[in-house]
């Protein structure tokens, strides 16, 4: 039985994955590399560092930056990207996610947070759901991030529940990944994510009665 939910962020609570596209593409302008529909699904759920390597690969100049170079245009992109999640509030939660919430902790499940992003707390602080959460893993403490199992092992631990009493959230491949990896209850959300346990098409579908009727309970 399922007991706990360990939550992605940008795509399945906020409305922010739009806004790492955005910050992304004008990094990817930038350095010479084309903006393709596939390299901004690929980047959903990779850590900062990593999304910007694979930009640069995807445009063969992961060659042509020093370290420090490379941190500087990491740091240019979280700038921007900081500039528009200021404007957060509670109506940027998506569609359905906060009736989930609220019916999650009705019912006494535990929640956690499973986020690559280093600006989770304050995303979570702008939408007014810090409180629903008994831990939010700190990627910068992870070896290794989505598609990785560790971040999604982890959110277990903080909900001091085993991996198979615990469903995991995810609008990306690289998360679903992790979750199937960490032996979770995987459900994806968005139409490009065929490794998903369960799946819907959008957050709105996301509740608990539609996620024992896909499990045929
Ligand atoms: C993930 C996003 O949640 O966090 C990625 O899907 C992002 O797009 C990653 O790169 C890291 O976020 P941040 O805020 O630490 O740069
Ligand atoms: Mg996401």
Do not use: C
């Amino acid at each position: 039985d399922i007991k706990g939910f360990a939550f992605d962020l940008d795509g399945v609570i906020a409305d922010t994955a739009k806004f790492h596209s955005q910050a992304w593409h004008q990094t990817a302008t930038k350095v010479g590399t084309e903006w393709t529909p596939e390299l901004q699904e690929a980047l959903k759920g990779v850590s900062r560092m990593d999304s910007l390597e694979m930009i640069l690969k995807a445009g063969g100049h992961e060659n042509d930056y020093s370290l420090a170079e490379k941190e500087a245009l990491a740091a240019e992109k979280n700038d921007n990207y900081g500039k528009l999640i200021a404007t957060l509030t509670p109506a940027d939660i998506l569609p359905g996610m906060q009736a989930f919430l609220d019916e999650l902790r009705a019912g006494g499940y535990q929640m956690a947070l499973a986020s690559a992003s280093k600006n989770a707390p304050k995303i979570l602080k702008y939408l007014g759901l810090t409180d629903y959460f008994v831990g939010i893993v700190d990627p910068a403490t992870l070896h290794a991030g989505k598609p990785d199992p560790e971040i999604f092992a982890r959110a277990a631990e903080v909900m001091n529940l085993p991996a198979d009493q615990v469903a995991g959230l995810e609008d990306s491949a690289a998360g679903i990944q992790s979750i199937n990896g960490a032996g979770e209850l995987s459900i994806g959300i968005g139409d490009q994510l065929s490794a998903a346990t369960v799946k819907f098409t959008d957050t709105a579908q996301v509740s608990l009665a539609n996620l024992r009727a896909a499990l045929g309970e």
